[in-house]
Every structure is written in C-alpha cells, then in structure tokens.
C-alpha cells in the first residue's frame, strides 16, 4: 500500500484528505509543528489510523529526515499561513511558510527521492485583482495581499522543480473551499457560528467587514478529493478547482440567517476593523479542465454548503449548553 505525507494534517483540508486516503488504504504520515498544547480536534477520530510525525517548513533537516524515515510515494503540502489579514500584520513569517517552505519541501524531494509526487496547495488568492473572469489555469496572475504573493512563489516553484528536475510536482489552483471544520476567523464559519449562536441567545450581533466580495465557495471534502486525483494522473499538470459559481458575503448572509428565520440586518454591523487594506473583490473559477482530464465535478451547492455549515454549528453550540446544564444540575 502507498505512504502519503501530509503536512498541514491538523488543518480543514488535511483532516479531510487524511480520511480519503485511509479510505484508499493509504499508510498516512500526518507532519505536525511542536506546540506547547496540542490541537489535534480535526483529526481525533483518526488520529490512531495516522502516524503524527513532528517537522516544520521552516526547517529543512526535519523534512528531510521524515521523508528518509517514511519513504512515502506522494507529498501533500497543504501547511501554510492561510489567514489573509495575518499576512499582511506578519508578511515575512507568511513568506518563510507559505512561500520559501515549498522549496525547502521540493528540496527535500529532489535530495532524498525524486521519484515522490507533490502536490503544492496554491489558490486562487493569486489571480487577486483578476486579470479575466472567470479565471483558469492560463489567467494571469495579480495577488492582492503577501498571503497571495507567497502563494505565487509557491506555485512557480512547483512549475520550477518540475520543468528543472522532473519532478511529478502538481499545483492545484483551489478556490475557496468551506466545512465545519474550517477555522473560525474565515467569512463563512464566522458567519454561520454567529447564526448559531444568536439563534440560541447567545450573541446578540456579528461584526463583519466589506460584505461586497464576491467569492467562489465550494465543499472542503469535494477539494480534497481534487488534490488527489492530481497526482493519479500520468503527466504532473496544474489544475484550477471551483464550483464555477460566484456569491457575495451578502448573500451568504442571507442565505444563513433566512435559514434559521433571522433576518441578517438586525444583527450585523459592519466594522473598519475586518477591511482588509487591499482587498480581492470577484473570484469566479472556471474548472473545465479539471473536469475533462479529472472528472472532478463537485458536490454540493451554495445553499447545501450554507446550510450544512449552519446546521453544523447550532449541533455544536446546543450540545455545549447541555453539557454545561448537566455540569450545573
Ligand atoms: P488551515 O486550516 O489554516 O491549516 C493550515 C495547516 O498548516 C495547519 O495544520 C497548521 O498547523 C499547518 N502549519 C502552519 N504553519 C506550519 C509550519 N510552519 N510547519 C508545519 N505546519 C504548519 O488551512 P486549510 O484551509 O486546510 O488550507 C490548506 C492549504 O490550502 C493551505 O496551504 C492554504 O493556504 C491552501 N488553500 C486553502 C484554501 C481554502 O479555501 N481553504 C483555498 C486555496 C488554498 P497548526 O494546526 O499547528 O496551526
Ligand atoms: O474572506 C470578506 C473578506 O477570510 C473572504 C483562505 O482560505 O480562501 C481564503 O481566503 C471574504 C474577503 O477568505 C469578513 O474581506 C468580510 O473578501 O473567508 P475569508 P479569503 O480571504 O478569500 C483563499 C482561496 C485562500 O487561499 C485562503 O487561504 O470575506 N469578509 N467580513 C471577511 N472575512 C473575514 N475573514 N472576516 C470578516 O469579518
């Protein structure tokens, strides 16, 4: 059976890819960072099937040395700085990550066995202020925030080490891909959280910034699922994955409190504080080519998404309150 290294594991889109491989049989070395407290939430139901590894992309000889160890067959890079704001508060750290962490991975492959197949998460926060729409694998790209610009470098890389080395390096262009277990701090699960939570009494209002961006939002596991199909392929290739449908933040919005009989305008405020100081407005991404040479086609609607998400939550959020009256009574 093949060995996959995920770095990122702890993360919405490790979790998921980890459980699709397992499914695959897959033997799953999920790369981890020290910290002082674990937080292996995501994977705890998996976590027994996973073999956690501790490494860093900002250190060299840790990859090398798991990629020695476990020898697998293909390499996910899904580890990043993924929150745009942060990027912009901690641009260099965002860079070490999520830019100059790719080639110390891609370097590391070239050392050890060229023969790994890669996957490099970039994302269409590099098409930034689009250039075409919708946008595919040939639209230029114009990233928006250091976030965008380290992922530019990652992609190019990726290309880099392909075309210099031979490596199977794949980059998967992702659009925005949501679940329960995305974090917190993103759009749509601060949304729907707060949806949650004020339907249940526990907030009264949810402080949002520009509600005018346009996203392209898809189904976490339905991305994880894309990554993998790339590096079944014969030829290493770059491929844009999207749903190929844009909404506001507004209508998001909308959508999830209507859901729960709320009207939105009663409880959002907009505030300075969540602008971002140059922002992406449209993201649309036309994924024809990963359904003609994947038969990637994704899975659940706009609304589905919205709806999941919220149902999600308020499960959460009433399972806390009956813990918290149990520990009471
Ligand atoms: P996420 O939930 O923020 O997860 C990021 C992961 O990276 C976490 O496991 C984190 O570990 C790990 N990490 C961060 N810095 C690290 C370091 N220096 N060394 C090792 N691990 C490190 O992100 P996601 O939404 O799953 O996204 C996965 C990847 O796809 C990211 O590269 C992201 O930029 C990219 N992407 C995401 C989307 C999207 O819509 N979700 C779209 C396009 C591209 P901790 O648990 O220790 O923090
Ligand atoms: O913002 C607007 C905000 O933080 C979406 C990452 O996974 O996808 C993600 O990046 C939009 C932006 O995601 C709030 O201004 C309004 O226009 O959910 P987000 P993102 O920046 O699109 C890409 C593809 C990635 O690769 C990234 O890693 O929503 N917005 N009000 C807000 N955004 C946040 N976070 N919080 C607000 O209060």
Not at 14 to 33: C, D, F, H, N
Request: aromatic share 12%.
């Amino acid at each position: 059976m093949p060995t996959a290294l995920i770095t990122g594991v702890t993360g919405q889109d490790g979790s998921y890819l980890a459980e699709l491989l397992l499914q695959q049989e897959y033997t799953v070395v999920g790369m981890v960072r020290r910290t002082s407290t674990i937080n292996f939430d995501r994977i705890k139901h998996i976590q027994s099937q996973i073999e956690i590894v501790q490494g860093d992309l900002l250190d060299q000889i840790s990859l090398i040395n798991i990629l020695q160890e476990y020898q697998p067959q293909e390499v996910y890079n899904l580890a990043a700085q993924s929150f745009v704001p942060t990027s912009f508060t901690q641009p260099v750290l965002t860079g070490e990550f999520t830019a100059l962490g790719v080639t110390r991975m891609l370097d590391a492959i070239r050392i050890v066995d060229p023969s790994i197949r890669f996957y490099q998460a970039s994302s269409s926060e590099m098409f930034g202020k689009v250039r075409e729409v919708p946008q595919t694998e040939r639209t230029p790209f114009y990233p928006r925030s250091p976030y965008g610009v380290a992922k530019v470098y990652g992609h190019w890389i990726t290309v880099n080490y392909r075309e210099s080395y031979g490596i199977f390096a794949c980059s998967g262009i992702l659009f925005n891909h949501e679940s329960p277990r995305r974090g917190l701090e993103f759009v749509t699960h601060k949304i729907t959280n707060g949806v949650a939570r004020i339907k249940l009494g526990l907030s009264q209002e949810l402080r949002l910034g520009n509600l005018d961006a346009r996203r392209d939002w898809g189904y976490a596991p339905d991305y994880a699922r894309a990554m993998w199909l790339m590096l079944q392929q014969d030829r290493p290739e770059d491929y844009v994955i999207a749903t190929g449908e844009t909404h506001n933040v507004r209508e998001f919005l909308e959508e999830a409190f209507s859901y729960v009989d709320l009207d939105w305008q009663e409880f959002v405020i907009q505030d300075d504080h969540f602008y971002r100081p140059a922002e992406v407005d449209l993201l649309i991404g036309d994924a024809s080519k990963a359904g003609q040479q994947l038969g990637w086609e994704p899975t659940i609607t706009f609304v589905e998404l919205v709806r999941l998400m919220v149902d999600a939550d308020i499960e959460y959020w009433e399972r806390r309150l009956k813990q918290a009256a149990a520990i009471s009574a």
